[in-house]
């Protein structure tokens, strides 16, 4: 009779998580009431917001308690339906964390239609981070044809979309990268007019010559010496939609050094610059024009995607300490069970 | 026969203006050809701003060229019609600069109704400081009953117009400025529901005091110690219409020490700040809504205004020198000759 294994968190993180900061643990099978299911998780979803939820500090989400399950989006298979909502065999995504199972009764759980896409899409380019830079990039970054557009972490998860999302609205799109391969996907595959390897000596230099015309909107996946970079290239009327800040997730004490925050600022004042913070969720309004279009985006090849994938959930702490060192290469999966649509 | 004194901009400044940055000249009377006015400055605006256009710089505005003459709005009085816009004796707001006199063929120029309320008040609450105020505050602020504003510079030209704008939109509004007879007048005059001083050691605990419920506006007007002492306290969907940073205008380098960008940037994943640049001509559609508005109010003096009036044009730059670092007390007025309307 199998187990539920589940990854707990042992203790909150100083600085850069480290593998004692999680614990494997193992239950019982839990055992779903009437109304509800048992969800086996087939592929759990690492992201950078994770890093988030191991603090004990207010944000938007509540943290993850000391002890407690990681959260994570996750697709299951539907093992058993005791009247739930959904019918055995069915593939769901929802919020399962890191764990073989979970009992649900089917709120927040929503439906995947194997036909339509790789089941594991529901948690990249035709999930929660295709919808984060689908949203994002057009609603507070509002792009126009011929604007110039620039994204960090252009290779990950969110940056891979909002870069081919902004050549599809006719942007110049440039990307910012960790190393010469990931930049030369993102030229190669994903049709990014530039990207830039934010390890060179000279990247600041390379990143203002690939903006020959300033920058109109930088999506803010990164901060740090990307957006240190990125501040005096900006146009009159720029837009900096702020969806991530992974430069800084570990960062216990603010650096010492130059002091940064009144460049930004003038920038802001100067070229009536506007920064916004967003996450998915704002924009749930956007869920059926998101699914109408980036579905099609990707049946048509013109949205392309990468999964960094790892196999089995005991990995799943070591894969999210180096995805926080840039050490993926696409949309990191974890592969937690046998997929039943392979 | 008169001459016209003039105020030129002999240099550009290195950090704190100072008093060999300017020339005072003297040219003949310049005489209007046909359709054109001769117009004779009564009143000088001295504001912030002016100190950016001091510099080299690229910036919303062009910079003042060395040798020209420094920028300014200011109250005119028509000398002589040659068939212009206006008629002899008619009180004129517009842009003349530093000078005693001007020639104007009249556009820009807007009529002044000396019956409305003193012709100064052109240059301020019922000018371009109080529309900066107004559409600032309404259109990015976008302030809620119940919410708290949070001004600096609050007994400014600008800073006090938002908070008694914000007072009469049913806010909090607690207001930030250097010293305790500043303070009290912002309280006790202008009805601010607190001011703390900027000045005090323990300045940042006694604003997170005055704002218990946390901070949804922070109208910027200063940037520095204020804006790093607001960054702990704002609530989700904050809002920062960032109108003038005067506490960084003479900065010549970046200040080193602790990097506040990272702080400021987590606020704004955090929380959804949004943080937006403007200038009051972006506004100019709000016109109409201002001039009805703030016209009414000051006429039932629920706003209400304090000048600082220093008179003589040749004193107008030791009076700039002394806005930048906060000398003054209230909205800053040169009178330069005669008001006929007193």
Same mark, same amino acid.
């Given at each position: 009779?199998?187990?539920?294994?589940?990854?707990?968190?042992?203790?909150?993180?100083?600085? @850069?998580?480290?593998?004692?900061?999680?614990?494997?643990?193992?239950? %019982?099978?839990?055992?779903?009431?009437?109304? /509800?299911?048992?969800?086996?998780? *087939?592929?759990?979803?690492?992201?950078?917001?994770?890093?988030?939820?191991?603090?004990?500090?207010? $944000?938007?989400?509540?943290? =993850?308690?000391?002890?407690?399950?990681?959260?994570? !989006?996750?697709?299951?298979?539907? /093992?058993?339906?005791?009247?739930?909502?959904?019918?055995?065999?069915?593939?769901?995504?929802?919020? &399962?964390?890191?764990? %073989?199972?979970?009992?649900?009764? +089917?709120? $927040?759980?929503?439906? *995947?239609?194997?036909?339509?896409?790789?089941?594991?899409?529901?948690?990249?380019?035709?999930?929660?981070? +295709?919808?984060?830079?689908?949203?994002?990039?057009?609603?507070? +970054?509002?792009?126009?044809?011929?604007?110039?557009?620039?994204?960090?972490?252009?290779?990950?998860?969110?940056? @891979?979309? *909002?870069?081919?999302?902004?050549?599809?609205? !006719? #942007?110049? @799109? *440039?990307?910012?990268?960790?190393?010469?391969?990931? #930049?030369?996907?993102?030229?190669?595959?994903?049709?990014?007019?530039? #990207?830039?390897?934010?390890? &060179?000596?000279?990247?600041?230099?390379?990143? &203002?010559?690939? #903006?020959?015309? +300033?920058?109109?909107?930088?999506?803010?996946? =990164?901060?740090?010496?990307?957006?240190?970079?990125?501040?005096?290239?900006?146009?009159?009327?720029?837009?900096?939609?702020?969806?991530?800040?992974?430069?800084?997730?570990?960062?216990? %004490?603010?650096?010492?050094?130059?002091?940064?925050?009144?460049?930004?600022?003038?920038?802001?004042?100067?070229?009536?610059?506007?920064?916004?913070?967003?996450?998915?969720?704002?924009?749930?309004?956007?869920?059926?024009?998101?699914?109408?279009?980036?579905?099609?985006?990707?049946?048509?090849?013109?949205?392309?995607?990468? /999964?960094?994938?790892?196999?089995?959930?005991?990995?799943?702490? &070591?894969?999210?300490?180096?995805?926080?060192?840039?050490?993926?290469?696409?949309?990191?999966?974890?592969?937690? $069970?046998? %997929?039943?649509?392979?």
């Amino acid at each position: 009779m199998p187990h539920n294994r589940q990854v707990l968190l042992a203790r909150r993180p100083n600085g @850069a998580p480290v593998a004692e900061d999680f614990e494997l643990a193992q239950t %019982d099978l839990p055992e779903p009431a009437s109304g /509800e299911m048992l969800l086996r998780t *087939v592929y759990l979803s690492l992201d950078p917001y994770m890093r988030g939820r191991m603090n004990a500090e207010k $944000s938007y989400a509540d943290p =993850v308690p000391v002890g407690g399950v990681m959260e994570g !989006g996750t697709v299951s298979v539907v /093992e058993k339906s005791n009247g739930g909502k959904f019918a055995e065999g069915d593939i769901v995504v929802g919020r &399962a964390g890191w764990q %073989d199972y979970m009992v649900s009764d +089917g709120v $927040s759980l929503s439906k *995947v239609d194997p036909a339509a896409a790789p089941i594991s899409t529901a948690l990249g380019v035709l999930g929660m981070p +295709g919808m984060t830079a689908y949203s994002g990039l057009l609603r507070l +970054g509002k792009p126009k044809e011929g604007e110039t557009v620039v994204v960090a972490a252009a290779s990950g998860a969110v940056g @891979a979309n *909002v870069g081919q999302i902004a050549k599809i609205k !006719g #942007c110049r @799109a *440039v990307g910012v990268a960790g190393g010469p391969e990931k #930049c030369a996907f993102v030229v190669d595959e994903l049709g990014f007019d530039a #990207c830039i390897d934010h390890q &060179a000596d000279d990247f600041e230099a390379q990143l &203002a010559a690939a #903006c020959p015309d +300033g920058i109109d909107i930088y999506f803010e996946n =990164v901060a740090g010496r990307v957006l240190e970079a990125v501040i005096p290239l900006f146009n009159f009327w720029a837009r900096m939609p702020v969806c991530g800040l992974i430069a800084q997730y570990n960062m216990q %004490d603010l650096p010492q050094g130059t002091n940064m925050l009144p460049a930004l600022m003038r920038a802001v004042l100067t070229y009536r610059l506007r920064i916004e913070g967003f996450i998915v969720r704002d924009f749930a309004d956007m869920r059926g024009d998101f699914q109408r279009d980036m579905g099609q985006w990707v049946r048509d090849g013109r949205v392309k995607y990468k /999964e960094h994938r790892v196999a089995g959930m005991e990995n799943a702490p &070591a894969t999210l300490i180096g995805l926080l060192k840039g050490e993926n290469f696409g949309k990191v999966i974890i592969e937690v $069970s046998d %997929d039943p649509t392979r």
